[in-house]
């Protein structure tokens, strides 16, 4: 047909795919990550167990001030709370200063630590030639002296209070006599306190001092072993108060309203309740 218009075919020719994206590059840097993780995992299982309790021990506290005391009591009852938590960091703190004592390998075996539902409990136990106190005597030894006055440097940096506590044998004193293992047992806890009230601990810090004779024993099947006879030191847990909650609008932070005319005004505010009707003077 005339002017009709000519026909016209295209022909492409095959070419090169597209561009593939970087999806590639986040799989190859899990994959990267995975192994990274999976060697520290390695090292970590073949290392000495002080890097691998120094690794844990970054995990539980990445800020490393969870061991930080203090050396002096402002804001310690914030910053540090001696908890069924943390106890365990305090003994082995004081465990740590208990090294750098002279005589330290003569008395290792008579010092006890233990966390129990009262708190950290130190015992002081004697030998048969007296330790930490001349035998059947309130007197404090050289010895003796010179571990208490330790603790009471270290726990007196503490917020918790503290308890002191007497124990004896069942060895009883002569007949007749006027003093007896009640009377040891309390005055032993009595200079043990004085001692450290003296060097580092407050005034106010110790609550209690029990003189208990034999009737804790430490080994109650060997009653005259002279391990019965201990000074017992209990670092009391310390819980923070908890907190008031935030007062309402027009409440006192105990929740009550602050004054009458608050709540007066509460009441007027109040949509739902309808204004009070204002009096007409009767018609009479």
Do not use: C
């Amino acid at each position: 047909m005339a002017g009709a218009r000519p026909i016209v075919v295209i022909k492409k020719k095959g070419g090169h795919g597209g561009h593939h994206g970087g999806a590639w590059k986040v799989a190859y840097a899990d994959f990267v990550t995975a192994m990274m993780a999976l060697f520290i995992v390695l090292w970590l299982m073949n290392s000495s167990k002080q890097i691998q309790e120094a690794v844990g021990g970054y995990f539980k506290d990445p800020t490393g001030t969870a061991r930080q005391v203090g050396s002096d009591m402002v804001g310690a009852g914030e910053n540090f709370i001696i908890s069924k938590d943390n106890m365990e960091q305090l003994k082995e703190q004081l465990q740590k200063a208990i090294k750098e004592v002279p005589k330290f390998d003569k008395l290792k075996n008579q010092i006890d630590m233990t966390v129990t539902n009262e708190g950290l409990r130190i015992e002081l136990t004697e030998t048969e030639a007296g330790t930490f106190f001349d035998s059947g005597s309130p007197k404090i030894s050289s010895d003796g002296g010179g571990m208490l006055i330790l603790l009471a440097q270290e726990l007196g940096k503490l917020p918790n209070k503290l308890a002191l506590e007497g124990h004896t044998d069942s060895k009883p004193y002569a007949a007749g006599s006027n003093y007896s293992n009640w009377e040891l047992s309390a005055d032993r806890a009595n200079a043990a306190r004085r001692l450290m009230q003296n060097e580092g601990i407050r005034s106010d810090q110790i609550t209690q001092v029990r003189g208990f004779a034999d009737q804790r024993l430490r080994k109650p099947q060997d009653p005259l072993d002279a391990s019965n006879r201990r000074i017992s030191l209990i670092v009391q847990y310390l819980e923070k108060k908890p907190e008031l909650p935030v007062p309402k609008s027009g409440e006192s932070p105990e929740g009550k309203p602050s004054s009458p005319e608050a709540r007066s005004e509460g009441q007027r505010a109040n949509p739902a309740e309808p204004e009070p009707a204002e009096s007409k003077p009767s018609p009479h």
